[in-house]
């Protein structure tokens, strides 16, 4: 699915034609699919206005007015029958049902990137609430709405939550002011608080493993340190040197290469299409010799917000790799083996890295750096792949099918499907 | 009186001026041999005039009396006998005065070695004596230079020092900077804190306010719109809220926590297992390692029959039930005894660690000393045999190759084959030549042969007929002596002999027939029996050895051919 201004357009995955065609009031700020695929929901954040459609019957119609309240966030519940809707400054989380038609109310919820969280399996959710400056995490069970524990969370300023993947632990972690984590149980129990220092600016990202072992935490001082689910302490920290020394890493740099117009190329391509090939040019991937060194950028000292620190970290769905991207060197991507706890690979780009992704079902890394290639790699090697198009095509950002097979890649205005063959055996 | 502490050095060329005097003295009173005297006094003495005013100086022709006779004394004193004559009187006696002189001579010449001697001493010690001076300057030169280096070291130290100190002062001027630095950090933290905080308090106030006036406006906006109730994702109904379904949750809730912690002690549990099993195989391998080390335990004190006793009651726990007892003391008993299998395993190796160090440092276990020497000659020897090996084999290749090669290539071959062929031929013609010879000689002796052969047979002819013609008179003498019947047997005997002779000549036809006979086929094979080589060798002389019939047979055939 994909929105066009105030249009909904949905396609098929695999031969991109339209399916449905939705018509909405305003101009679609964020839309979202039900956890069945059978909705979606799109929010008009100006208007405070949630329209759901539906694929079953498209002249089925639903409309959630916030009214005067305001809207900033929506998201489904994982049930996929629900709407949580966040108004405006953060008053309420109103909670709507399209079963009942009831509104249940969360008050106080706090104002941060990541407020609400949900567990993998959908049973509970996790609310961060502020109340007399201090912050609080209040859990639900989805099926009831039902509060099953409250509890105050010993942050100066919670900044986010994250379920691990068994849903049995909640990390709690506070403002980059100060490093802290906490660590609570499903009851509400405090497990474990991890401060790794004081003072310096402290956790940037955070990323569970697949199977809830790890808990890898970057921080702002270019270094990733992972803690253990048995004992919750540090078992190693993995630094982000801008020079690269360990003969056992493998560096791949980006590199252009000349563009080569092929003879066969020339006798019918139409104008256009040898233009653009000409323009673009084409990157391989070469392997340097260590040592290695990076391109630092040492940010500004007086903006806040620096771009410094591990800003992206993403473990791979085989819980094998662990791929990192320190924002001091935007550069290159970080892959770290995760059962030597060593690094593993470096990628390194021309272009600044905006996003990356793996793969749900394999060890595949996807990543885009704003120019119109996307970049593959593989623990078998690394490939850069240009995309097909006339014309500038910058990726921002990649998504990848639950299956594998197929991504999205999405510029601006554009998006394309880029599907991946799987090897004949 | 000319005073005498100064004469000593001058004793001798006074006594010879003495003497002269004393001879002059004498010459008038005694008989002395005048010749010796002056020989004696014309001995060459460097003395020179002065000597002579010296002479004088001490004994003048007024006190020789005195002169003497202080001379005496002198001598005397110094143990020599008196010069005076054994009576008393002014009689010198010279032999006396001569031995006297003698002595003083000597004792001259000892004196002079002496001094050359003292003299010689002094020059050493003053040489000596230079050196060690110049030992000494030196010295204390080094000294002095030395004592300016230590004081230049310890002005070197000393600014060392200081600036050690003054980099500690700034170090911990630092620290106490970071210190306050740090303490100024916390304090505005907890002020941004407090005014977040109150900012936050504000906001809330304004939230609420806004809340309420949102809350109290039309509430009918805010309003869901669904075209009709959707089902619930799972198909049930929706439930009221009750307290029963609190406790549900609650429940699920403890499930679930529980069902995560069953799983991981699950894990635990199995990595436990795995972990003391491996435990025990490394114990186990630790011990077999370890040399066996039965006495220990006896020997220590009370500790030993209790530590023996754990260690059993260890090994009955080795058994396999083993990982199912997951006992605090137990744990801490495996875990104990690995520590000190272990250890002793550490020493052991620390102790064969400190052989081998020994070893090669050469001091003890001369046995592996040596044999490792002998295996590194060895292995030289070795290495040098191989060296010596692979060349041989490398030439050999070589020559294998020539050889190999040659054949490839055609005129060589060619000529190889007629270098062979000529040798075989010239070997042939050797050997023809040879036979050609031994063919000549042969043909020679045949013929010298056939030459006797027919000689033979004219003689034998000859003799027939001188035979026949004796016969003939015997005959005729018989007859006419038939008459006489008394030679009866004469005839017999001679008819005998003639006989004989008849025989002889018929065996000899007879073995010549055979010959004939056998001679047809005889020329034209070579191949001949023994039995005609034997009778060939009966009848004619060869030469030649039985190797090469052939000439004999020829021999015969020509023989025969001639007869």
Request: net charge neutral; with cysteine.
């Amino acid at each position: 699915a994909s929105c066009v201004q105030y249009r909904l357009v949905v396609r098929d995955v695999n031969t991109l034609r339209i399916l449905q065609l939705y018509t909405c009031l305003d101009q679609i700020q964020h839309i979202e699919w039900s956890s069945d695929s059978l909705f979606i929901l799109c929010a008009m954040y100006k208007r405070g206005i949630v329209q759901v459609w539906s694929l079953e019957q498209p002249d089925w119609h639903c409309k959630i007015d916030e009214g005067s309240a305001g809207l900033v966030a929506s998201c489904w519940s994982p049930d996929g029958r629900h709407i949580l809707n966040t108004t405006e400054f953060h008053l309420r989380i109103t909670v709507w049902s399209l079963c009942t038609k009831s509104v249940s109310y969360i008050k106080y919820p706090k104002a941060c990137q990541q407020g609400i969280a949900f567990t993998k399996d959908g049973r509970y959710m996790a609310v961060a609430e502020r109340r007399d400056c201090k912050d609080f995490i209040s859990i639900f069970v989805c099926s009831d709405w039902q509060l099953l524990r409250h509890f105050d969370a010993e942050t100066q300023d919670l900044f986010g939550i994250e379920w691990a993947p068994n849903g049995c632990v909640l990390a709690v972690w506070d403002t980059c002011l100060e490093y802290k984590i906490l660590l609570y149980s499903l009851d509400g129990r405090l497990l474990s608080t991890y401060r790794a220092y004081e003072w310096s600016l402290g956790i940037k990202s955070i990323a569970w493993s697949p199977s809830s072992q790890f808990l890898a935490i970057g921080s702002y001082d270019e270094k990733v340190r992972i803690l253990n689910h048995v004992t919750w302490k540090k078992i190693t920290e993995f630094e982000h040197p801008a020079t690269i020394a360990n003969a056992k890493t493998i560096v791949y740099k980006e590199v252009e290469k000349s563009p080569s117009v092929e003879t066969e190329r020339l006798s019918f391509p139409p104008t256009r299409a040898l233009a653009s090939s000409l323009f673009s040019t084409q990157s391989k991937y070469d392997i340097s010799q260590v040592p290695v060194s990076l391109q630092y950028i040492k940010p500004v000292a007086d903006r806040a917000n620096p771009k410094m620190g591990i800003g992206m970290l993403a473990f791979s769905p085989d819980n094998c790799f662990l791929a990192t991207k320190n924002d001091n060197i935007p550069n290159a991507v970080w892959i770290w083996d995760v059962q030597k706890l060593k690094l593993f690979v470096v990628l390194e780009q021309l272009c600044a890295i905006q996003s990356f992704q793996w793969d749900p079902r394999q060890p595949r890394l996807a990543v885009c750096t704003g120019n119109s290639k996307v970049y593959l790699w593989s623990p078998a090697g690394c490939v850069s792949v240009q995309v097909p198009m006339e014309g500038d095509f910058q990726i921002v950002s990649l998504s990848w099918h639950s299956s594998g097979d197929s991504m999205a890649l999405l510029s601006k205005d554009n998006f394309c499907v880029c599907y991946l063959e799987r090897e004949e055996v | 009186f000319v005073a005498m502490g100064d004469w000593k050095t001058l004793t001798v060329p006074v006594l010879s001026s003495d003497s002269k005097n004393i001879f002059q003295y004498t010459s008038e009173k005694k008989v002395s041999p005048p010749s010796m005297n002056s020989q004696v006094l014309r001995l060459p003495l460097p003395s020179s005039k002065s000597m002579h005013s010296f002479f004088s100086a001490f004994c003048t022709e007024e006190n020789i009396e005195q002169s003497i006779s202080y001379l005496n004394r002198e001598l005397t004193t110094l143990g020599f006998p008196s010069i005076y004559a054994e009576s008393k009187g002014k009689e010198l006696n010279l032999i006396s005065i001569i031995n006297c002189m003698n002595e003083l001579l000597v004792l001259q010449h000892k004196n002079l070695r002496a001094q050359e001697e003292v003299e010689m001493q002094h020059l050493k010690l003053g040489s000596d004596m230079d050196h060690l001076q110049n030992c000494y300057a030196k010295l204390k030169e080094q000294l002095e230079l030395s004592k300016r280096e230590i004081v230049g070291l310890q002005e070197r130290d000393r600014q060392l020092q200081s600036k050690n100190r003054n980099l500690h002062q700034l170090l911990k001027n630092e620290k106490d900077e970071v210190q306050k630095l740090q303490n100024i950090i916390s304090s505005r933290a907890t002020q941004y804190n407090h005014d977040m905080k109150r900012k936050e308090r504000e906001y809330n106030k304004l939230k609420e306010r806004l809340h309420q006036l949102v809350m109290n406006k039309k509430d009918k906006k805010i309003a869901m719109e669904v075209l009709n109730y959707v089902g619930r994702a799972d198909g049930k109904r929706g439930a009221w809220r009750t307290d029963k379904t609190e406790a549900r949750n609650e429940e699920e809730m403890y499930k679930v926590l529980l069902s995560d912690y069953e799983q991981r002690q699950k894990q635990l549990l199995v990595e436990n297992a795995e972990l003391k099993k491996v435990l025990q195989q490394m114990k186990k391998e630790i011990i077999s390692l370890l040399p066996p080390q039965k006495q220990k335990p006896k020997e220590r004190s009370e500790d030993g029959p209790v530590l023996s006793d754990l260690e059993e009651d260890i090994g009955e726990l080795n058994k396999e039930n083993m990982w199912e007892l997951s006992c605090e003391t137990v744990r801490e008993q495996l875990t104990n005894s690995i520590r000190k299998q272990w250890r002793m395993l550490k020493n052991h190796v620390e102790r064969l660690d400190n052989q081998v160090s020994r070893v090669h440092s050469g001091a003890l276990n001369e046995k592996d000393v040596i044999s490792r020497e002998d295996h590194e000659l060895e292995t030289e020897k070795l290495e040098l045999e191989i060296q010596q090996c692979k060349e041989m084999i490398k030439t050999q290749q070589q020559l294998l190759q020539q050889q190999l090669m040659s054949p490839c290539d055609d005129d060589t071959t060619l000529l190889l084959q007629d270098c062979y062929l000529l040798e075989e031929r010239e070997r042939l013609q050797e050997e023809w030549r040879l036979f050609r010879e031994q063919k000549k000689n042969f043909e020679k002796e045949r013929r010298s042969f056939t030459e006797a052969a027919i000689r033979l047979g004219l003689e034998r002819k000859a003799f027939e007929e001188d035979r026949g013609a004796w016969l003939k008179q015997q005959f005729l003498s018989m007859c006419t002596d038939y008459k006489h019947s008394e030679n009866v047997t004469t005839p017999s005997a001679f008819l005998g002999s003639s006989d004989q002779d008849n025989r002889l000549v018929k065996s000899t036809s007879q073995q010549r027939k055979p010959h004939c006979m056998l001679s047809g086929p005889v020329s034209a094979e070579p191949c001949q029996t023994s039995q005609h080589i034997t009778c060939n060798s009966s009848s004619a002389a060869s030469k030649k050895p039985a190797g090469d019939s052939k000439p004999n047979q020829w021999v015969e055939s020509d023989k025969e051919e001639t007869e």
